[in-house]
């Protein structure tokens, strides 16, 4: 039966009717982006402005992963900050020094030789107190940060109606209505009704709101407001060199310069009433005289972007969004879980259909998304190449893969800062940076700069694309992304007893093994990723009828064996500690996440998703952990844990009314690669139920576009009923 798609997702239209801290919804295109309140707008920041954790103790991480807290899920813990932002909008301090990348580099010996790696840097953040040594990696971690580009709110003239409290709008109802991407705002204000709708365009860099109220007649108006940018500044840091100049280019049209630090951009504020300068021009308010009052705010990079005839009008922005919307959903793969009488199929459709919105509006640009995307700073808004999977690898899954495909541009600008890391540490190759920005620096840490498994995931998310039925001309594009990408991972290895192995200084995905960077050797999941990738590396070559690479070759099919625990289940890496049952279990990710191998052995992987079921510390997981276990669980034919796992009741499993996974408080209060999770176990799902598997009592499940999973690399299902 044919899914009726728009019956499925406007089921799912968030709706607030009362402020919380998180009660937020968000516009945007994948470039850039605007997070609204309950009044249609960004009228309320303060009331949602992260808050600091009183339960949070500051830890540098040198003795390992802070232990979390043990506590139940509480909403009142999390704030969701009212932001503007963009993939291109970036600024860099000032500092009481200079520093230098030398000053945050430490050599590390290994077996060919000493390698510098960029680890003076621990966990603190930003408002932390930052060692007089760890100055110099401070500022390269925290520079550039992405910044906030203003804010459009509701307003007032003096004379016009009171808005400091949310619970001033009465009888509120606040609606995003998916299937058009706009928020509609309805409330009343003094008594008097007030109406809002605010979308964005789906290619401009544009945002556009209407009001109807008789208010607007007594001083009601909206205005665009450039706030201080909300980073906390490092001690050593000094204060923003900020500036706006104002120029009227048209009635009702004035264009803003903006300047932060050495960063400019330009925003045009247009509207159907009139423009007055406020708070000396931070602030310019639109107001009129008529019941309707309309802005639209095009934002611009000077020098950037090519200038676009961008629409002048908020019925032209609509038109543009809804049309755009209703292509997305009527594009690629759809599910309904229409006829399950199971309790939790309604929540997990939710979770689905709204996780699709979330990242396409925060997830799609032109840069590698950060885990917060658009919609405010962690990490100084830097964005983390090992979570690119999480965020993207669902858009060719579900068939859209076009979306994955506008960030390609991003690796082959990055590719030569890639290539001088890998040639500073005496590799061949490209080494991929684990967090970084667009201009491809990586980022001081004691953690990410070990990382090794984000090196395979260029060559993972190319052969998904190419999956869902690239030409010739992709291959040929894009083969030199993976001819670097696979150079330097035949030149990472080490020979020993004619195997190959992961050797030390890494830290596995599961980096509760930090402290043990020095000696750490051969993790399970990163083993089987190396001997895949190498392997699809040489597809490559075969399809552009190259010659195999022997060497490629020869660590693909030698790469050593996982170690196994006592029980027959898989450890986490080769050495000592083997294994501890807290944070990610990515052994898991050998499997299921990741297609067959001949290194892995499905028994002891089946023993090892029992483990974990039983066994784990669900408290340290992260929300990306649940659709490992599904995706395996689905993997091996076991569809009752493959469902129960995407709604086992954690705390770091919860989904706001938003959509949003919050996983810590007073920092990461959404973390968008749990959505994107989610819709890659919803892909293996699909494809398990395709091919047979037969679903738990009470749940039914219809599924209809998933076309790219079956013809990926290796990719088989056992259509086992579950156990």
Same mark, same amino acid.
């Given at each position: 039966?044919?899914?009726? !798609?728009?019956?499925?997702?406007?089921?799912?239209?968030?709706?607030?009717?009362?402020?919380?801290?998180? &009660?937020?919804?968000?516009?945007?295109?994948?470039?850039?982006?605007?997070?609204?309140?309950?009044?249609?707008?960004?009228?309320?920041?303060?009331?949602?402005?992260?808050?600091?954790?009183?339960?949070?103790?500051?830890?540098?991480?040198?003795?390992? =992963?802070?232990?979390?807290?043990?506590?139940?899920?509480?909403?009142?813990?999390?704030?969701?900050?009212?932001?503007?932002?963009?993939?291109?909008?970036?600024?860099?301090?000032?500092?009481?020094?200079?520093?230098?990348?030398?000053?945050?580099?430490?050599?590390?010996?290994?077996?060919?030789?000493?390698?510098?790696?960029?680890?003076?840097?621990? =966990?603190?953040?930003?408002?932390?107190?930052?060692?007089?040594?760890? !100055?110099?990696?401070?500022?390269?971690?925290?520079?550039?940060?992405?910044?906030? *580009?203003?804010?459009?709110?509701?307003?007032?003239?003096?004379?016009?109606?009171?808005?400091?409290?949310? &619970?001033?709008?009465?009888?509120?109802?606040?609606?995003?209505?998916?299937?058009?991407?706009?928020?509609?705002?309805?409330?009343?204000?003094?008594?008097?009704?007030? /109406?809002?709708?605010?979308?964005?365009?789906?290619? #401009?860099?544009?945002?556009?709101?209407?009001?109807?109220?008789?208010?607007?007649?007594?001083? %009601?108006?909206? @205005?665009?407001?450039?706030?201080?940018?909300?980073?906390?500044?490092?001690?050593?840091? %000094?204060?923003?060199?900020?500036?706006?100049?104002?120029?009227?280019?048209?009635?009702?049209?004035?264009?803003?310069?903006?300047?932060?630090?050495?960063?400019?951009?330009?925003?045009?504020?247009?509207?159907?009433?009139?423009?007055?300068?406020?708070?000396?021009?931070?602030?310019?308010?639109?107001?009129?005289?008529?019941?309707?009052?309309?802005?639209?705010?095009?934002?611009?990079?000077?020098?950037?972007? $090519?200038?676009?005839?961008?629409?002048?009008?908020?019925?032209?922005?609509?038109?543009?969004?809804?049309?755009?919307?209703?292509?997305?959903?009527?594009?690629?793969?759809?599910?309904?879980?229409?006829?399950?009488?199971?309790?939790?199929?309604?929540?997990?459709?939710?979770?689905?259909?709204?996780? $699709?919105?979330?990242?396409?509006?925060?997830?799609?640009?032109?840069?590698?998304?950060?885990?917060?995307?658009?919609?405010?700073?962690?990490?100084?808004?830097?964005?983390?190449? /090992?979570?690119?999977?999480?965020?993207?690898?669902?858009?060719?899954?579900?068939?859209?893969?076009?979306?994955?495909?506008?960030?390609?541009?991003?690796?082959?600008?990055?590719?030569?800062?890639?290539?001088?890391?890998?040639?500073?540490?005496?590799?061949?190759?490209?080494?991929?940076?684990?967090?970084?920005?667009?201009?491809?620096?990586? @980022?001081?840490?004691?953690?990410?700069?070990?990382?090794?498994?984000?090196?395979?995931?260029?060559?993972?998310?190319?052969?998904?694309?190419?999956?869902?039925?690239?030409?010739?001309?992709?291959?040929?594009?894009?083969?030199?992304?993976?001819?670097?990408?696979?150079?330097?991972?035949?030149?990472?290895?080490?020979?020993?007893?004619?195997?190959?192995?992961?050797?030390?200084?890494?830290?596995?995905?599961?980096?509760?093994?930090?402290?043990?960077?020095?000696?750490?050797?051969?993790?399970?999941?990163?083993?089987?990723?190396?001997?895949?990738?190498?392997?699809? #590396?040489?597809?490559?070559? $075969?399809?552009? &009828?190259?010659?195999?690479? /022997?060497?490629?070759?020869?660590?693909?099919?030698?790469?050593?064996?996982?170690?196994?625990?006592?029980?027959?289940?898989? #450890?986490?890496?080769?050495?000592?500690?083997?294994?501890? !049952?807290?944070?990610?279990?990515?052994? %898991?990710?050998?499997?299921?996440? *990741?297609?067959?191998?001949?290194?892995?052995?499905?028994?002891?992987?089946?023993?090892?998703?029992?483990?974990?079921?039983?066994?784990?510390?669900?408290?340290?997981?992260?929300?990306?952990?649940?659709?490992?276990?599904?995706?395996?669980?689905?993997?091996?034919?076991?569809?009752?844990?493959?469902?129960?796992?995407?709604?086992?009741?954690?705390?770091?499993?919860?989904?706001?009314?938003?959509?949003?996974?919050?996983?810590?408080?007073?920092?990461?209060?959404?973390?968008?690669?749990?959505?994107?999770?989610?819709?890659?176990?919803?892909?293996?799902?699909?494809?398990?139920?395709?091919?047979?598997?037969?679903?738990?009592?009470?749940?039914?499940?219809?599924?209809?576009?998933? &076309?790219?999973?079956?013809?990926?690399?290796?990719?088989?299902?056992?259509?086992?009923?579950?156990?």
């Amino acid at each position: 039966m044919k899914i009726n !798609r728009r019956s499925v997702v406007c089921r799912h239209n968030p709706v607030l009717t009362q402020a919380h801290a998180t &009660n937020t919804l968000s516009v945007g295109n994948g470039d850039v982006a605007m997070t609204v309140d309950i009044s249609g707008l960004q009228t309320f920041p303060a009331f949602h402005e992260l808050r600091p954790d009183p339960l949070r103790i500051a830890d540098d991480g040198s003795r390992g =992963l802070p232990e979390q807290q043990i506590r139940p899920f509480n909403v009142d813990d999390f704030q969701i900050p009212l932001r503007t932002q963009s993939s291109w909008g970036w600024y860099s301090t000032r500092s009481e020094q200079e520093f230098s990348l030398e000053d945050a580099t430490t050599m590390h010996q290994t077996p060919r030789g000493p390698v510098p790696y960029l680890d003076r840097m621990g =966990l603190q953040r930003a408002a932390d107190p930052i060692p007089d040594e760890l !100055r110099a990696s401070a500022w390269f971690a925290f520079n550039p940060r992405r910044m906030h *580009l203003g804010r459009l709110a509701l307003d007032a003239t003096e004379a016009g109606p009171r808005i400091v409290l949310p &619970n001033e709008l009465e009888g509120a109802h606040t609606e995003l209505d998916l299937w058009s991407g706009t928020v509609h705002a309805g409330y009343q204000l003094q008594g008097v009704p007030v /109406e809002v709708a605010t979308t964005a365009h789906p290619t #401009a860099q544009c945002f556009a709101t209407r009001i109807r109220s008789e208010l607007l007649r007594s001083g %009601l108006a909206v @205005s665009w407001i450039f706030d201080p940018q909300r980073d906390d500044l490092a001690p050593f840091e %000094l204060p923003l060199a900020e500036s706006v100049g104002w120029e009227e280019t048209s009635p009702g049209t004035w264009l803003a310069r903006r300047v932060v630090e050495s960063t400019t951009y330009e925003v045009r504020v247009e509207t159907t009433g009139t423009l007055c300068l406020l708070d000396g021009g931070s602030r310019v308010m639109a107001v009129t005289t008529e019941d309707e009052l309309e802005v639209v705010v095009t934002l611009q990079p000077v020098p950037g972007l $090519q200038p676009t005839d961008s629409p002048r009008t908020f019925e032209a922005v609509s038109a543009a969004a809804a049309s755009a919307w209703e292509d997305y959903w009527l594009s690629g793969a759809a599910v309904s879980f229409d006829g399950s009488t199971d309790a939790g199929a309604t929540e997990l459709e939710r979770r689905v259909v709204l996780s $699709q919105y979330l990242l396409a509006v925060n997830s799609a640009g032109g840069t590698a998304p950060a885990e917060t995307g658009l919609s405010y700073n962690t990490w100084c808004g830097k964005f983390h190449l /090992e979570m690119h999977w999480w965020h993207g690898a669902h858009f060719p899954l579900w068939g859209r893969g076009a979306l994955l495909e506008r960030s390609l541009g991003w690796y082959h600008t990055a590719l030569p800062a890639a290539q001088e890391t890998a040639s500073r540490q005496g590799y061949k190759g490209a080494r991929w940076p684990k967090q970084t920005d667009p201009s491809a620096r990586e @980022s001081p840490s004691h953690i990410g700069v070990f990382l090794i498994w984000q090196q395979p995931h260029l060559i993972h998310l190319l052969e998904l694309l190419y999956s869902e039925g690239r030409e010739q001309g992709f291959l040929e594009e894009h083969y030199r992304l993976v001819e670097a990408t696979a150079d330097f991972m035949a030149d990472f290895v080490e020979e020993h007893d004619g195997t190959f192995i992961l050797p030390p200084p890494l830290i596995p995905a599961q980096e509760s093994y930090l402290v043990d960077r020095a000696t750490n050797t051969d993790p399970t999941f990163e083993l089987a990723y190396w001997s895949w990738a190498l392997n699809v #590396a040489n597809e490559w070559r $075969q399809r552009l &009828n190259l010659p195999v690479r /022997e060497d490629w070759d020869v660590v693909g099919r030698r790469m050593h064996q996982p170690r196994l625990m006592p029980d027959g289940t898989y #450890a986490a890496l080769a050495t000592p500690p083997y294994l501890l !049952r807290k944070d990610h279990p990515s052994m %898991l990710m050998a499997l299921g996440w *990741l297609p067959d191998t001949d290194i892995i052995d499905p028994g002891a992987m089946r023993a090892t998703l029992d483990s974990v079921w039983l066994n784990w510390d669900l408290q340290s997981t992260w929300g990306w952990d649940y659709p490992v276990m599904s995706m395996s669980a689905a993997r091996l034919g076991d569809m009752e844990k493959a469902i129960q796992a995407l709604l086992l009741p954690s705390p770091k499993n919860q989904f706001l009314v938003n959509g949003h996974n919050p996983q810590i408080p007073g920092f990461l209060t959404l973390y968008l690669p749990a959505n994107g999770g989610l819709l890659a176990a919803i892909a293996h799902l699909a494809l398990a139920v395709e091919r047979g598997a037969a679903l738990p009592a009470g749940w039914r499940l219809a599924v209809e576009g998933f &076309n790219t999973l079956p013809r990926f690399s290796g990719y088989a299902v056992s259509p086992h009923s579950s156990r």
